[in-house]
């Protein structure tokens, strides 16, 4: 089952003996699909991967990121040159099962109905279902993201799963089986995998079906209720049965995975490690009830909060990828799903400025302004950077423009014209050679991220002169004139009683203010901050026997 057995989360590719495609876990995915298609003989004019889109709720990062990883497959696919499609399957023919905290009372008396035949109730869309379904299609658009959207609903009623769902309830006994084999459950041993919408009450999931038809291509079931998301639903006792032909039930997602993978022709879906026994079901009925060899996959843990929670709307703690891309760059977030495929993810918008500055690190080594010995790690970074701006990278390297920065400057700059005061800073320190969109944009998400967050004070280990050179300067910016020529000629000075040259002092003081290497001219910049935040920053630097990795 894909990746699950790979060792380091980070050193995927670079334990290889060569190099694949642009050295990525997506690459090797991709040789992996195609050189499995081989072995199926099956035709590799259009290999679609697919992701399923969840209507139910509200999407966050985590719920985006199976349409970005089935996204990266398929520029992986492209890269090796075959033509690939991303089919993104909404989930709008779902039972609402529960109502996320927020929401209005009245859904409470929509619970198990298809929450595309719920009412918006925000009155911005067609219904319930696709105004969650819009929600993760914006996010998509709006990473650049190219897909062919199918709503699962449409699906059912247009007849595209009928052929499936015919052999998947003729072979219910056999399925059945399997279903208790692998989970336990022995439900499906005495009701058939399909949930009919009752006719009275329009629930989906409380009507229990007890024969099909197949001539009639009709399911025959009683409304005697169930229990949907821990709680008990009364049925509302009625009897009658519906025309699977007409989308009037649907397959439970036990089944139903593998009957979109047989409709659409899927050769690829990821999926969350907690989906594991329902894709082995899914993965069994397709090869032995469907005759459609199963798609490749790749196993994925969710992301959690910084604590380790899952995240949830009702905790609080929901990463929306729209929030997201006020507060940092589309490539970002990309490169936030193509890092790695193994392992949980600790996220939150609160480390946002780490992200920006890995990503910026990435742009710098495929640029070669820096260098890195190890050619298959250096080639892995380098596709992440490529497949982060999806396959599309900049001809040049744009300028660079450190976040950490750009919040500092966020922070002492006048409510009144913000933009203004940051780009003049730019241009005077000489960090740009002039103001871009690019600079702008990240200037945007620098002001959002600081009138909600504050920055982690980088912690910089030196050695024992480094760190008495430092003290020296976090005290006398106490005394000194707070001018820009009079703090450039202090850090000057001091520079000398450690090192004759004073790049690597000035290293250290970058690192310590800004958490990079380099940066823009100290003296007018430390004025701007001001000369005794600059202080307090200085004073937290400690002391070890060598310099930071």
Not at 252 to 276: I, M, Q
Not at 382 to 404: D, I
Not at 416 to 428: A, C, G, H, S, T
Not at 488 to 502: G, W
């Amino acid at each position: 089952m894909g990746l699950e057995s790979t060792s380091g989360p980070d050193d995927e590719i670079i334990s290889d003996q060569e190099i694949i495609g642009r050295g990525t876990w997506l690459d090797r995915v991709a040789k992996e699909i195609v050189e499995r298609e081989k072995s199926l003989h099956r035709s590799l004019n259009n290999i679609r991967v697919e992701s399923g889109l969840g209507a139910s709720g509200f999407p966050h990062i985590g719920s985006l990121g199976d349409a970005a990883r089935a996204y990266g497959v398929k520029l992986a696919l492209e890269e090796a040159g075959y033509h690939s499609e991303l089919i993104a399957y909404s989930d709008d023919m779902d039972a609402l099962r529960k109502v996320p905290p927020g929401l209005p009372e009245w859904l409470h008396n929509d619970i198990g109905k298809p929450v595309s035949e719920i009412k918006d109730p925000f009155d911005c869309h067609g219904s319930y279902g696709e105004h969650m379904s819009s929600l993760l299609i914006d996010a998509l658009d709006k990473l650049g993201m190219k897909y062919t959207f199918q709503s699962g609903y449409k699906a059912y009623k247009d007849g595209l799963l009928v052929k499936e769902i015919k052999l998947i309830l003729e072979h219910a006994q056999a399925i059945g089986k399997e279903i208790e084999e692998v989970t336990g459950q022995t439900k499906y041993l005495e009701t058939l995998p399909y949930f009919p919408q009752c006719s009275n009450c329009k629930r989906l999931n409380v009507a229990r079906p007890y024969k099909f038809d197949p001539e009639e291509m009709r399911v025959y079931y009683k409304c005697t209720g169930d229990e949907i998301a821990k709680k008990w639903v009364e049925g509302c006792g009625h009897e009658g049965s519906v025309d699977i032909t007409k989308g009037e039930g649907k397959l439970p997602w036990k089944v139903e995975f593998a009957a979109r993978w047989s409709a659409f022709d899927v050769r690829f879906e990821a999926h969350g490690k907690e989906l594991t026994d329902s894709v082995k079901i899914n993965d069994w009925i397709s090869d032995n009830v469907l005759s459609f060899p199963h798609p490749y996959h790749v196993v994925y843990e969710l992301f959690q909060d910084k604590s380790g929670k899952k995240m949830s709307k009702s905790v609080g703690n929901l990463v929306t990828p729209q929030k997201w891309l006020t507060l940092a760059s589309p490539q970002s977030l990309m490169h936030v799903y193509f890092k790695r495929i193994v392992g949980a993810r600790n996220i939150s918008e609160e480390d946002v400025p780490l992200y920006m500055e890995e990503y910026d690190q990435l742009e710098d080594l495929y640029f070669g302004k820096t260098k890195e010995t190890n050619s298959m790690k250096a080639a892995r970074l380098k596709g992440l950077y490529y497949y982060s701006n999806l396959s599309r990278p900049p001809q040049t390297m744009p300028q660079h423009v450190s976040y950490r920065l750009l919040v500092d400057l966020a922070n002492v700059a006048p409510q009144d014209n913000p933009v203004e005061f940051i780009e003049k800073r730019l241009l005077d320190y000489r960090v740009v050679r002039e103001i871009t969109e690019e600079v702008r944009k990240r200037i945007g998400y620098a002001l959002n991220w600081a009138r909600e967050f504050s920055l982690q004070e980088t912690i910089v280990e030196l050695t024992p002169a480094e760190r008495k050179a430092v003290l020296e300067l976090s005290s006398k910016l106490l005394e000194i004139p707070c001018e820009p020529e009079t703090v450039q000629n202090l850090i000057f000075d001091i520079s000398k009683s450690i090192d004759p040259k004073p790049g690597p002092f000035f290293r250290v003081l970058y690192l310590t203010l800004l958490g990079v290497e380099k940066g823009p001219k100290l003296g007018p910049y430390i004025v701007d901050v001001g000369c005794r935040t600059t202080s307090e920053k200085l004073k937290k630097a400690r002391e070890s026997k060598s310099l930071m990795e």
